[in-house]
């Protein structure tokens, strides 16, 4: 039998560098999903729901290929539900600038889908299993001043992530508290990835580097 490979569909660095220090062999195929057509198409508006939804499309699109033969392929999505709405990526600064405003110095919570499809053979171990999971966790922001507001903004960071805030990286200063698994801001629980692993009849000792 040979060793299962694991791949990340995902374009994420923050989602592989947490694959890695967890010491998780894997490697990275990015799909080439259009977000906004899948929830359109799909008429999917909870948060929640909308996490696993693009998760599962992100997967299913990287197991289609022909180099995702025979592995284990994972697909993550994260939307950030603040006030009963959906936020993904901001992608301009004005806009960031203007849900950093609303959000300070209150919560909201941060919904990342898993998906994981089963792509071995039968002779490999292979199920043939696909099956998704969602981890949440309520984030509480710090009051922010203007200021602090732009001088975030202006990095860059927010515009490409859910929600416009990390947690690892500049916008952990910002961040007071967290309620629920903190691997799911940053874009991956390791601890779902564990369960759907066992879906598979995988264990994640498996990729221990």
Not at 22 to 36: F, K, L, N, Q, R
Not at 137 to 162: K, S
Request: net charge negative.
């Amino acid at each position: 039998m040979t060793k299962t490979k694991l791949i990340l569909a995902s374009a994420s660095p923050a989602r592989t560098k947490l694959l890695s220090n967890a010491g998780i062999e894997h490697s990275v195929m990015v799909s080439d999903v259009d977000e906004d057509a899948v929830t359109r198409d799909h008429g999917v508006t909870d948060p929640h729901d909308t996490a696993l939804l693009l998760a599962r499309a992100k997967c299913e699109a990287v197991a289609g290929l022909a180099d995702a033969a025979g592995t284990l392929v994972l697909g993550c999505d994260s939307v950030f539900e603040f006030n009963g709405q959906a936020y993904g990526k901001p992608y301009t600064a004005a806009a960031a600038r203007e849900r950093i405003l609303q959000m300070r110095g209150s919560s909201g919570v941060l919904h990342t889908g898993h998906w994981l499809i089963d792509n071995r053979d039968a002779g490999d171990g292979g199920s043939g299993a696909a099956a998704g999971a969602v981890a949440s966790a309520t984030v509480q922001f710090a009051e922010m001043t203007e200021d602090e507001v732009d001088a975030y903004v202006a990095t860059g960071e927010p515009l490409n992530v859910a929600g416009s805030f990390t947690i690892d990286s500049l916008g952990g200063a910002f961040i007071t508290r967290v309620e629920g698994d903190a691997h799911a801001i940053v874009g991956l629980s390791v601890s779902t990835l564990r369960g759907l692993l066992n879906t598979a009849g995988a264990s994640i000792t498996e990729f221990w580097q």
